[in-house]
């Protein structure tokens, strides 16, 4: 009897490991470490990415072509809206993560934000097709001239546009960190496994974004702009039936109790301001009382500190803040300095879907004598540069810098930011140097003055910039996506994500501001502005050097601030 006992508590031993605490499956049951989450259930979401960033870049990589074609707008007014609207692309992750982290749950919120992106999609590809109907008829009727869209098929077309941008709001920060919660950090395997997620998932991403530029451009360029803008929208549809296949495998995390995250930290900040004139001796004196050992963080922000007495200096009151919570807003104000030093590289990295395109569109793209190149595909070369790359990044060198650092990531999350950032500039400068060859080419064979003549110079002279960005992605978007992630709150993770994003958003905001600004003091009678629609008369060469400046100023702000950074408490680097 004795042995079949101990037969039976053997048994169920194995059992009581396999349960992973803090998470419950789509029924709000305890899950099994063996049947649930890991690389299976990351597999279904990592798929859903791979579609939205296929539908994403789809519409994104070509949109300036758009709107400097079919649209009649000039290279500067286009670039304006392809940033604007990538901006707004970026910030709208903030209002989704929000209502992901405190309402709705990451995943009714991919669901919802899925069904926003692919109505979106399916009103910009109607807008499409009416303006290819619309514009046949025009041509006959006015002996083949060509005439600008009507007002109405503009709004349309900019309303479906930022639908869009609303959807991604919603999927993109929730979608990753999603993903992420399928992997425990309690076990240490499926801890490894996580880091390396971060890594995979930019290659998928990746991968989806250069059959995008390859096959949807393409697509737009030469046969249908309504066809080219229905295919992710058909794809989308297809994700989300994907997405929802694997719900009985995914792992949700169980929501405390506890107040909102966002009121504890934001009740710090109020407790600290209504504690401004406490004296720092009566905060030393309360942490000593409640146990808090003297640490590298309790010096940092001290000001917060004083969010642990009550408004008359006591811990009596209710409404005193907790060291925890204290640390948790800490952690946010931490992450303000690195965010602000690498809007510049988000303003560089806004450039390889605008300007970079329109210079491969004077150049000569064939590569065989029928066979052109559509220009917004040169952007394949970041993702394959990135899909080439990360493998090498993480068999290769993560292992050889593991053995000489002893950290898990071979290198921390803030070296591998400035390592990309110091890319980004170097290829800032050779974007600056190609270009320069390009106008001197243009003056060689009496081209300045014919804006539509192909400059006789290969379009693979912007290799080499495409490239190094793309190595540089590896190193900054994926070291920015995982810092993000892991040094919030557990519960704001959605919210870090948005964070990141919020990066590109803003700095896509400064591009366009950047652009507006140097066209009104750099246009004017008979001059021509660095973004001349004649690129043969423009400067854009002047506009990279300007941002290679503005990287390397950045990149000394940066180093600072990281060599300062206290890293949250959680052993992370």
């Not at 807008?127 to 060509?146: H, M, P, R, W």
């Not at 009507?150 to 349309?156: A, D, E, K, S, W």
């Amino acid at each position: 009897m004795d042995i079949a006992t101990a037969a039976i508590s053997d048994a169920e031993v194995p059992l009581l490991n396999d349960v992973v605490e803090g998470s419950v499956d789509f029924k709000d049951r305890p899950v099994s470490r063996s049947k649930s989450g890991g690389w299976r259930s990351a597999s279904f979401i990592i798929g859903v990415e791979v579609a939205e960033r296929f539908a994403y870049y789809g519409i994104s990589s070509n949109l300036i072509s758009y709107l400097t074609g079919p649209l009649g707008q000039s290279t500067a007014t286009a670039a304006e809206n392809v940033n604007l609207w990538s901006g707004t692309a970026s910030l709208l992750p903030l209002l989704g993560a929000f209502l992901a982290d405190s309402f709705l749950g990451r995943y009714r919120m991919i669901i919802a934000a899925s069904v926003l992106y692919i109505l979106g999609l399916g009103c910009l590809t109607l807008s499409a097709l009416v303006y290819s109907l619309g514009s046949s008829d025009c041509e006959n009727a006015a002996n083949n001239t060509s005439c600008s869209p009507p007002r109405l098929q503009i709004i349309v077309f900019f309303f479906s546009l930022y639908i869009v941008a609303l959807g991604q709001g919603g999927h993109k920060p929730c979608v990753q960190a999603f993903g992420a919660d399928q992997f425990d950090e309690q076990d240490p395997e499926e801890c490894k496994a996580k880091s390396s997620f971060f890594n995979w998932w930019y290659f998928s991403f990746c991968a989806g974004v250069l059959v995008a530029l390859s096959v949807l451009n393409y697509i737009q360029d030469n046969l249908s702009w309504g066809l080219g803008f229905g295919i992710p929208c058909i794809v989308m549809c297809l994700a989300l039936i994907v997405f929802l296949l694997g719900s009985f495998t995914y792992r949700f995390r169980v929501n405390s109790d506890e107040i909102s995250p966002f009121l504890r930290i934001g009740h710090v900040f109020v407790r600290a301001a209504k504690n401004w004139h406490t004296n720092p001796s009566a905060i030393s004196m309360e942490a000593e009382a409640q146990g808090v050992l003297p640490y590298e963080g309790f010096e940092q922000y001290k000001f917060l500190n004083k969010a642990l007495l009550g408004s008359k200096g006591s811990n009596q009151d209710s409404k005193v803040c907790s060291i925890t919570d204290i640390e948790e807003a800490k952690a946010v104000l931490r992450l303000v300095p690195i965010w602000a030093t690498c809007l510049i590289y988000a303003v560089v990295f806004s450039q390889s879907s605008t300007l970079f395109t329109k210079q491969g569109v004077t150049m000569d793209r064939h590569i065989t004598s029928t066979f052109q190149i559509p220009p917004a595909s040169l952007q394949s070369l970041i993702s394959l540069s990135i899909v080439l790359f990360i493998p090498i990044y993480d068999r290769i060198l993560v292992p050889i810098a593991r053995s000489v650092s002893r950290k898990p990531s071979g290198i921390s999350m803030l070296q591998r930011i400035g390592s990309g950032i110091f890319l980004s500039l170097l290829s800032m400068v050779i974007a600056a140097l190609v270009e320069r060859k390009r106008l001197a080419t243009a003056v060689e064979h009496g081209l300045v003055d014919d804006p539509k003549a192909v400059v006789p110079m290969s379009v693979w002279w912007l290799a080499p910039q495409y490239l190094l960005f793309g190595i540089s992605d590896v190193f900054t978007m994926v070291g920015l996506q995982e810092f993000f992630y892991d040094q919030v709150p557990t519960e704001l993770r959605s919210i870090g994500l948005a964070l990141y994003l919020s990066i590109f958003g803003v700095g896509s905001f400064i591009s366009s501001f950047l652009i507006s600004v140097i066209e009104k003091y750099t246009s004017g009678p008979g001059k021509d502005s660095w973004f001349s629609d004649n690129l043969n008369r423009a400067h854009i060469d002047y506009f990279y050097w300007l941002l290679a400046g503005f990287s390397a100023v950045a990149f000394i702000a940066y180093v600072y601030f990281a060599k300062s950074y206290i890293y949250n408490r959680k052993g992370n680097v």
